[in-house]
């Protein structure tokens, strides 16, 4: 049963920097596909940064340059380190995962996912 419980979210100010952590448990390969998706009130969820099966990264246009999605298959743990935080970060992130997923440029809709995390809040005021 897989199981994804993300951990880091916070309330910072423009500029700052967070960490967040995905802790997964019950992937039987190491090469699942993993990444980061964000919901604003009264917005879709959309994807932030997504690692596909054959290890390439995808990213969002909106969080290039700014935010970096890395995993350790050690710790069974997803991370999405967040630079230079913008008030339009602002959302419920979560973390989701499948078996299979490949790049094409830009992160994979969130219906590719089938299983989720329970979100963590981030909040940038300005």
């Known amino acids: 049963q897989v199981q994804l419980v993300e951990s880091g979210g916070d309330s910072v100010q423009a500029g700052g920097s967070l960490r967040l952590s995905c802790a997964a448990s019950?992937?039987?390969?190491?090469?699942?596909?993993m990444g980061w998706f964000r919901q604003a009130p009264g917005k879709e969820r959309e994807g932030v940064a997504v690692?596909?099966?054959?290890?390439?990264?995808s990213y969002a246009d909106s969080v290039k340059g700014r935010f970096t999605i890395s995993k350790d298959n050690t710790k069974n743990t997803l991370y999405l380190q967040m630079n230079n935080l913008k008030p339009d970060d602002t959302a419920m992130y979560y973390c989701?995962?499948?078996?299979?997923?490949w790049g094409t440029g830009s992160p994979p809709k969130a219906v590719t996912f089938s299983y989720w995390g329970q979100g963590t809040q981030v909040t940038v005021s300005s």
């Open positions: 989701a995962t499948e078996r299979w997923c």
């Open positions: 019950g992937l039987t390969h190491s090469n699942y596909c």
């Open positions: 690692i596909h099966s054959d290890t390439s990264i």
